[in-house]
């Protein structure tokens, strides 16, 4: 349209947008646009451009996460954060830092490691963003002892749709003053506005690690290994299932990290609490090591649908009876931070194979969804659509349900984009 040759004039000039091209689609939405600010200054000319001609926008980090949620009714302009890379400031004896949101978690953690110290979140997607990760509140198996981006966030700058910049939140931990837009902005999923910097509370690296084992042959013996652990004075990092094949048994892991005396004490406790239920051994050296590095392993690669599945970790067993009882496509790898009732399950068909079928497996996996999220419901839990084709989004919404909580939802995205010119439907209920 007119209204966006003419943003792509003004902006190109100044070097802020370039055309797209097809690999920037967004769940096959591809937009006309592709914007990268160098600085909160840029962006915030950009959105005001942006809000000017009208053009609906969505946010993007390393990409990692851009196939959650469903997929844009229509996209103008995508921005991205790959030049907003620096860490802004790192007070290291407060245990805090300020950091752009298109630098990687792992450039991040790498650039702290020096002083002792690391960001506390451990998301397995590779090239996983601080903005990105924020705006899916997103999480790895550590989330048991530290939280989400939501509770180590303590300040934010973001830029509105119409290129406000706002700031909250501040640099010392205790700072709770005023509305807490930073945790508001957790989970958004670029719907309220682009996060632009955020500031953490930090964590000590941990002197050291011990990892214990226990092989699983049933969900009901998950259920009895994970139960007492959760309710004993144990203090592990991470509980972690591993069930790659149903067929064989899966493999329960706990982490306990801090100073070696009592990560020691803490694993040969933990040994013998999950010895009546099986097996259970602590890793050696080398066996912890690796046990260490298969927490960080990327979820689904290998399949065309994946799944986030949540329940109270009471119900974990009957979660997950349910799925290795349930209908043929949930029958895929199984991996759960256990101790928080967080799973994530791939379809059981290898990728392409959907794409293969020319659309035939669509509705029958649409009803799939759809069923295992009523028999979830009554367990506590619910179902989303993690990876998936637009197929299949545009035949069962990718988040289910919405909930109470939905009207609310929609009266603060008013307030922040009352033109729903980011990330127009993408959200929860269509939001």
Not at 351 to 357: K, P, T, V, W, Y
Not at 382 to 391: G, Q, R, T, W, Y
Request: aromatic fraction near 4%; charge should be negative; charged fraction near 20%.
């Amino acid at each position: 349209c007119s209204e966006v040759a003419a943003t792509l004039e003004g902006l190109e000039r100044v070097g802020l947008v370039r055309p797209a091209a097809e690999a920037d689609a967004v769940d096959g939405v591809r937009p006309e646009l592709v914007a990268e600010p160098a600085s909160v200054p840029e962006a915030s000319e950009l959105l005001r451009a942006a809000s000017r001609a009208g053009l609906r926008t969505v946010f993007a980090g390393g990409g990692s996460k851009l196939g959650l949620g469903n997929p844009p009714e229509r996209l103008d302009l995508l921005v991205s954060t790959r030049r907003l890379q620096r860490v802004l400031e790192h007070a290291a004896g407060d245990l805090v830092v300020k950091v752009e949101a298109g630098a990687r978690l792992a450039d991040l953690q790498d650039a702290l490691a020096p002083a002792g110290q690391w960001l506390a979140l451990d998301p397995p997607e590779p090239g996983a963003t601080v903005g990105g990760t924020v705006a899916a509140n997103a999480s790895g198996p550590r989330r048991f002892r530290y939280g989400t981006a939501r509770d180590l966030v303590i300040g934010i700058t973001v830029v509105l749709a119409d290129g406000t910049v706002a700031h909250a939140g501040g640099k010392v931990v205790k700072n709770v003053a005023g509305y807490d837009l930073a945790k508001l902005f957790c989970g958004s999923l670029g719907t309220l506005g682009l996060v632009a910097e955020a500031t953490f509370r930090l964590h000590p690296l941990p002197a050291a690690a011990a990892v214990v084992t226990l092989e699983v042959d049933s969900p009901q013996r998950v259920g009895a290994a994970v139960g007492p652990l959760l309710r004993s004075a144990l203090e592990p990092s991470a509980v972690e299932l591993a069930w790659p094949d149903w067929q064989l048994p899966g493999r329960l892991t706990v982490v306990f990290e801090g100073i070696r005396p009592g990560v020691e004490a803490q694993a040969a406790a933990c040994a013998e609490l999950l010895g009546r239920v099986g097996t259970a051994a602590v890793a050696g050296p080398g066996e912890t090591d690796a046990a260490l590095a298969e927490l960080g392993a990327p979820r689904f690669e290998k399949a065309d649908v994946g799944v986030k599945v949540t329940c109270p970790p009471a119900e974990l067993a009957a979660v997950l009876e349910d799925l290795r009882a349930g209908p043929s496509p949930w029958l895929g790898p199984v991996h759960a931070h256990a101790g928080t009732g967080v799973l994530w399950v791939a379809s059981d068909f290898g990728e392409g194979e959907l794409e293969a079928s020319g659309g035939r497996m669509v509705p029958a996996l649409a009803g799939a969804v759809t069923a295992a999220r009523e028999r979830l419901a009554a367990l506590g839990g619910s179902l989303v659509l993690v990876k998936a084709p637009p197929e299949l989004k545009r035949a069962v919404d990718a988040w289910g349900p919405a909930g109470d909580a939905v009207g609310l939802m929609r009266r603060v995205k008013e307030r922040f984009d009352p033109d729903r010119r980011l990330s127009p439907g993408r959200f929860v209920g269509g939001i």
